[in-house]
Each structure stands twice: as C-alpha cells, then as structure tokens.
C-alpha cells in the first residue's frame, strides 16, 4: 500500500496528491504493531515527499502533511531523527508566521514539536537552535486551547528531558504569561497540570537572582494569583501541585499577607471604636 501511495504523491493532480497524504495519515496513526508500520513508511523513501507539502498553498494539504510528520516522530529516537533531517525545524518557523490564522495547522506545528521534545537533548537542542521554543511560548499565551494543550506538553517535556542550559532558555524566553493564560482554562485540567509542573520545575531549576526574577514575574503575570486559587480546584493533582509551589516558595509571602490583612482588620476596629467614643462624647 505504502508503494502505491508514494506513486500517487508524485502525481501532478492536486486532488490525487490529497488523497494519499489522508491515507498516509491513516497508515502513520494506528495498528496493533505502529512502531513497525512507521519504520516501514520511513523506508519507503516517501517522507521527502511529503515534506515538499508543507510549502503548498492548500492548508488542508499542509495540516496533513504534517499530521504524518508529528506521526512519524511519535516513534523512537531514529525516527524522530529522520523527520528533523528532512529540513522540518528550519521551515516550522515560516509555516507557523504565514499559517497563523489556520489553527489547524499551528496546532499540529506545535503536535509536531512536542513529540520531538520527547526525543534526545540533541532533538531538543536543534527545536532551541532552529528559534522554535519562542513561538511555543507566544503561541501558549496567544492560541486556542488545542494550540496551547500541545504548546504545554512541549514545554513539559523540555523540563523533563532537557539540559539545565535548554531550560535556563526557556527561562531566558519569560514563560510566565503565557503558562498564566493557560492557568485560566480552569476547566482543562490537564494542561493545568502541565502548566504547574513547568512552573515547579522552573523554579527548582534556578536559583538566586534568577529564582528571585521568576518569582517576581509569577506574581506580576496574576500565576501566583492562579496557584492561589488552585487551591480549591476539584482535581486533586492540581489542588497539591499548587499548595506545593505555593508552600515551598511563597510561604513567608503569603503569611506577610495574612498578618498585613489582619493588621488591616485590627486598624478598622479600633477606628470605630474611636469613631463610637467620639460620638458617646457628644
């Protein structure tokens, strides 16, 4: 099959080309055995060919074009490989600036990213080279809630399987206003769960003057405000992520509030006090 659908991307005819890239989709998503099923695209020889879609005018073509792409590297490492040599970083950044009001398609620029976050620091490193890890972030704060589940899980899997420097550059990229427009979907728990791991292990990465600056930015961008409210979220995952950044890194924060609050308190008691005696004299 994969035979026949190499011969068809090579035709002329647009709606043909179409055509096999859907049916490319389908044969890269499932089976009972996919890692095999995408080792066996890959060495068919058909993926330049598709990577020649994603400069076509047609954004439907593109999406799935790289809806087999982000497939393709949802396997192992040499996979993943493979997608990045075919030259798919270096045109992600023009594809994501002339696409960007087809959600689709920057959804799936962002799918495609997030799965090669998941691969080697060297994959990670070429996403970081190639200007990539800027757009996630914009993107994270600007996007729809489909962009920014994808641009979350990224993010996430930068943390987790990336160098100290790879995440000190996405602290260099100010990340707080975009995970804060993410800790507003109060209803999507799992890119909220995503946001707060990042913003946990952002903050157990730095340390000093750049802990200090992140903590100041979380509190400026309303995060700190959002973990607050976490607190009472329905999801139990979330509830003790947020207590945990909050207890480790606001504490004595957020006990100068409450002592500032009661202090408040105690000043308007004694004012109207004052104010009864003032009107007892009279």
Same mark, same amino acid.
Not at 1 to 11: A, C, E, G, H
Not at 105 to 111: D, F, H, L, S
Not at 217 to 228: D, R, S
Not at 231 to 234: I, Q
């Given at each position: 099959?994969?035979?026949?659908? /190499?011969? =068809? #991307?090579?035709?002329q $005819?647009h709606?043909v080309?179409?055509? +096999?890239i859907?049916? @490319?989709?389908?044969v890269?998503y499932?089976?009972?055995n996919?890692?095999?099923?995408r080792k066996?695209v890959?060495?068919?020889g058909?993926?330049?060919?598709? /990577?020649? =879609? #994603?400069d076509d005018? $047609?954004?439907e073509?593109v999406?799935d +074009?790289?809806?087999? @792409?982000l497939n393709?590297a949802a396997?192992?490492d040499a996979l993943?490989?493979?997608?990045i040599d075919l030259?798919t970083l270096r045109?992600?950044?023009?594809?994501?600036e002339?696409k960007?009001?087809?959600p689709w398609?920057?959804?799936?620029?962002?799918?495609l990213i997030k799965?090669l976050?998941?691969?080697t620091k060297?994959?990670?490193q070429e996403?970081?080279?190639?200007?990539l890890?800027?757009?996630i972030?914009?993107?994270?704060q600007?996007g729809d809630s489909g962009?920014?589940k994808?641009?979350?899980?990224?993010l996430?899997n930068?943390l987790?399987?990336?160098?100290?420097?790879?995440?000190l550059?996405l602290v260099?990229?100010?990340?707080m206003?975009?995970?804060s427009?993410?800790?507003?979907?109060?209803?999507l728990?799992?890119?909220?769960?995503n946001?707060?791991d990042v913003?946990n292990?952002?903050?157990?990465?730095?340390n000093?003057?750049?802990l200090?600056?992140?903590?100041h930015?979380?509190?400026?961008?309303?995060?700190?405000?959002?973990?607050?409210k976490l607190?009472?979220?329905?999801n139990e995952?979330?509830?003790?992520?947020a207590?945990?950044?909050?207890?480790?890194?606001?504490?004595?924060?957020?006990?100068?509030?409450?002592?500032e609050k009661?202090r408040?308190?105690?000043?308007?008691k004694?004012?109207?006090?004052?104010?009864k005696r003032?009107?007892?004299?009279q």
């Open positions: 099959m994969v035979r026949s659908l /190499f011969q =068809l #991307l090579q035709f $005819d709606e080309c179409k055509f +096999a859907v049916a @490319l989709v389908h890269t499932k089976s009972d996919i890692i095999a099923q066996l890959h060495d068919s058909i993926l330049p060919l598709v /990577f020649k =879609l #994603l005018d $047609d954004d073509l999406e +074009a790289l809806t087999v @792409l393709i396997g192992d993943m490989q493979s997608v030259g045109v992600l950044p023009e594809i994501m002339n960007a009001n087809y398609v920057i959804k799936n620029c962002c799918w799965n976050m998941a691969g060297d994959h990670i996403i970081i080279s190639n200007g890890l800027p757009k972030v914009k993107i994270m600007t962009c920014q994808q641009c979350c899980w990224a996430h930068l987790h399987k990336g160098t100290k420097t790879q995440i550059a260099d990229q100010k990340p206003p975009a995970l427009a993410v800790l507003t979907h109060t209803d728990n799992e890119c909220i769960d946001a707060l913003i292990e952002l903050l157990s990465t730095v000093g003057k750049k200090t600056t992140l903590k930015e979380m509190k400026t961008t309303g995060v700190h405000g959002h973990l607050k607190r009472e979220n329905t995952e979330v509830r003790n992520l207590n945990k950044i909050l207890s480790e890194y606001f504490a004595e924060n957020d006990e100068e509030e409450t002592n009661l408040g308190k105690e000043d308007d004694a004012k109207k006090m004052v104010q003032k009107r007892a004299c």
